[in-house]
């Protein structure tokens, strides 16, 4: 009893120390591939430190006691959601918990290497974690549950192709999948809201809370088609890069030791993606000729 009453005062504590204010996004929407007005995104908190806790000391009735966005914040964190939280053995918890979670972005903020692509999302394998920018510039940022060891999500470029708002698994039917948007299209494989377990869990899939999943359904572009076959130009370029450890501790505790152990620089995405970049414009301007052309022919 002493245990758990000690857990909800340091929890409390934590929420005392936290920043009131919260930051709204907008959020962009609609398949054109012009330019989009894009939200800045607030400077990082100096110093921002974190703990690795036991949940089983923590207490999961204190978490569940917070508010919602910072209780976000730590599902981020996580790579969890609410339904797995009490299954987790051990937590990274900010000292300071922040109630927008892009404060906590393990991405760059800008990439001028990106400033001439209109969209792009990047998943990180160990990290657990994707990336969205606009013309270089992290719209959103959060946490995915990808590949199992079994079923290894495939690593590389690809492209946002087909869409569906409630979709069915190929796997089996009566896995429901929200906000599906495909990148794989002959072998199934796409990023959708589904169960996020703390760690590397689907087949093959890139899991999202629903919240993301539905920013992610709408932000994206698909691909323009010509008929059933034919591709006339690639949606939104998604790159899906990395190794996770499997059998080894979950990365994300690497911050109690080291609160930048996760973080990407501008120059490390500017590597990632430079080896694709001129195929990427190329697909780009496709969709572009494709959108000029339509206006023209409406006016």
């Given at each position: ?71 976000q914040t730590i599902y981020t964190l996580n790579r969890v959601d609410k339904e797995h939280l009490s299954k987790i053995d051990t937590l990274i918890i900010p000292d300071n918990v922040q109630a927008d979670v ?40 959060g946490a995915t549950n990808m590949g199992r060891k079994k079923d290894p999500t495939p690593t590389g470029l690809t492209y946002a192709n087909w869409k569906k708002e409630v979709d069915t698994s190929s796997v ?128």
């Amino acid at each position: 009893m002493l245990k758990n009453t000690i857990a909800i005062l340091s929890i409390t504590s934590i929420l005392a120390m936290s920043c009131e204010q919260t930051t709204t996004q907008s959020n962009s929407t609609g398949d054109s591939a012009t330019t989009k007005t894009v939200t800045p995104i607030p400077s990082q908190p100096v110093n921002i430190t974190y703990r690795a806790m036991s949940t089983k000391d923590l207490g999961v009735a204190a978490l569940k006691n917070m508010d919602s966005n910072r209780l976000q914040t730590i599902y981020t964190l996580n790579r969890v959601d609410k339904e797995h939280l009490s299954k987790i053995d051990t937590l990274i918890i900010p000292d300071n918990v922040q109630a927008d979670v892009m404060q906590y972005s393990i991405f760059p903020k800008d990439v001028p290497a990106l400033q001439n692509v209109n969209k792009i999302i990047f998943f990180s394998y160990p990290a657990e974690a994707f990336a969205a920018y606009d013309h270089g510039k992290l719209v959103r940022w959060g946490a995915t549950n990808m590949g199992r060891k079994k079923d290894p999500t495939p690593t590389g470029l690809t492209y946002a192709n087909w869409k569906k708002e409630v979709d069915t698994s190929s796997v089996k039917d009566e896995w429901i999948l929200k906000w599906n948007v495909n990148i794989l299209n002959k072998d199934g494989v796409g990023f959708h809201e589904y169960d996020l377990p703390g760690y590397p869990a689907s087949h093959s899939c890139l899991r999202l809370m629903d919240a993301d999943a539905a920013y992610l359904y709408q932000w994206v572009d698909q691909w323009t088609m010509k008929g059933t076959d034919d591709i006339k130009a690639h949606g939104t370029p998604v790159m899906v890069f990395g190794a996770y450890p499997f059998g080894g501790r979950k990365p994300w505790l690497a911050l109690a030791q080291n609160p930048h152990a996760l973080d990407m620089s501008a120059n490390d995405i500017q590597a990632l993606i430079q080896p694709n970049l001129q195929e990427i414009m190329t697909e780009q301007q496709k969709t572009e000729a494709i959108l000029a052309a339509k206006s023209t022919a409406s006016k």
